[in-house]
């Protein structure tokens, strides 16, 4: 079986990336363990933590479709993305297995509002310090102790600033136009010169604010959706509608996560195989 790996900087965009393999892609979500390849089995209550300790913690979450594989796993921020990379690279070595090979890894970070340096550009440089790896970025390769791997980094959004929110703000305009139209309303009114203090405890610059109020806005509109569940359970349950796969496609960043997710897992898999 042929395995492969998909690194997302949060829990927002892990929930998105999931909801696309199951509802558009034709993933299942493994649920018992003796169902799973021997590799993705040893991984299962043994995944290494910061400290080493042996706990089913910070686990990835295990995918199948036909003869593949996938597990998706949360860095839990950017800074971290590197470092739970090589973790889950020293967990694939420990947990080796000649019936099933680790192929490549998919990673998916926000784009913020770094000027100059792009963060795919600064994930590669943070990549190329970690002890034991060897990157090249020309053929979208990285190796660790032996293990060789295609990688490829997916930025929200493509094009300009901002983060996942801004994607999901868009899908939801297409599922729930007329939640979206109170969730912008809202968000008027926080942003409002009144509540220039809590403003001012997000950042100091007004730009950055902006930028959380997408925050603030997707986090209304969720609760709405799912009042009683993390905002992971909306993105699935109700962003990602497996009816209204045509209306998302109109979004040109919900297209290109698809159709890069697609590619990677279908004609690029295939290639990587031969």
């Known amino acids: 079986m042929d395995i492969y790996m998909i690194m997302t900087e949060g829990y927002t965009d892990c929930a998105l990336a999931e909801a696309v393999l199951q509802k558009y892609m034709g993933y299942c979500q493994y649920r018992a363990k003796g169902d799973m390849p021997v590799c993705l089995q040893k991984l299962v209550g043994v995944y290494p933590g910061e400290l080493g300790e042996l706990e089913p913690k910070d686990m990835p979450h295990f995918y199948h479709k036909g003869e593949s594989a996938v597990m998706v796993k949360t860095a839990k921020g950017f800074s ?67 293990l060789d791997l295609c990688y490829k980094i997916h930025q929200i959004p493509q094009k300009g600033e901002g983060a996942v929110e801004k994607l999901l703000l868009g899908m939801l305009g297409k599922i729930e136009p007329g939640l979206a139209e109170c969730a912008g309303n809202y968000r008027s009114q926080i942003m409002d010169e009144r509540f220039e203090r809590l403003h001012r405890s997000w950042a100091k610059d007004r730009k950055v604010q902006e930028f959380y109020a997408d925050k603030v806005q997707l986090g209304a509109a969720l609760a709405v959706l799912k009042p009683d569940r993390p905002v992971g359970y909306a993105v699935k349950d109700c962003l990602v509608d497996s009816k209204k796969k045509q209306e998302l496609m109109e979004i040109e960043e919900f297209q290109s996560l698809y159709q890069r997710l697609n590619d990677w897992l279908g004609e690029e898999a295939e290639q990587r195989t031969r």
């Open 80 to 146: 971290e993305i590197a470092k739970k990379l090589v973790l889950v690279m020293d967990a694939v070595l420990s947990a080796g297995d000649d019936d099933s090979a680790v192929k490549g890894v998919f990673i998916i970070c926000d784009a913020d509002l770094s000027p100059g340096m792009s963060n795919w550009q600064k994930l590669e440089a943070d990549l190329e310090i970690m002890d034991g790896v060897e990157l090249d970025r020309e053929k979208g390769r990285i190796s660790y102790e032996g």
